[in-house]
């Protein structure tokens, strides 16, 4: 069983900076590539930035420049560094471990975190 559990959410003014953490907890061999999503009221949910385990990033063009994502693997944890942040960078943000296979490499399975919110203020 794996657990990610996410922390650093919190309020901001236009401008800050927050970093996110999530780190993955279990018994696992690897994780392919984790990822941070978003989602704003009444928005669907979007890919914000991914990172695969060798290190290949991908991010929406809206957050390109502003955040950057990392991972350490022997901590397995994944951050998200967010600076210069906008109003429309509110939403509940949320980790996700896509490709997380066990000790025999069997078969994988994906997971998510419960969440947590980021309120930027004007």
């Known amino acids: 069983q794996v657990r990610l559990a996410e922390s650093g959410g919190g309020l901001v003014q236009a401008g800050g900076s927050l970093r996110l953490s999530c780190a993955a907890s279990?018994?696992?061999?690897?994780?392919?590539?984790l990822g941070w999503y978003r989602q704003a009221p009444g928005k669907p949910r979007e890919l914000v930035a991914s990172?695969?385990?060798?290190?290949?990033?991908n991010y929406a063009d809206s957050v390109k420049g502003r955040f950057t994502i990392s991972r350490d693997n022997a901590k397995n944890t994944v951050y998200l560094q967010m600076n210069s942040l906008k109003p429309e960078d509110t939403a509940v943000y949320c980790c996700?471990?896509?490709?997380?296979?066990?000790?025999?490499?069997?078969?994988?399975?994906?997971?998510w975190g419960q969440g947590t919110q980021v309120t930027v203020s004007s």
């Open positions: 279990g018994i696992f061999f690897s994780i392919d590539t």
């Open positions: 990172i695969t385990r060798l290190g290949s990033t």
């Open positions: 996700n471990a896509d490709g997380v296979w066990p000790s025999d490499r069997t078969r994988s399975r994906d997971y």
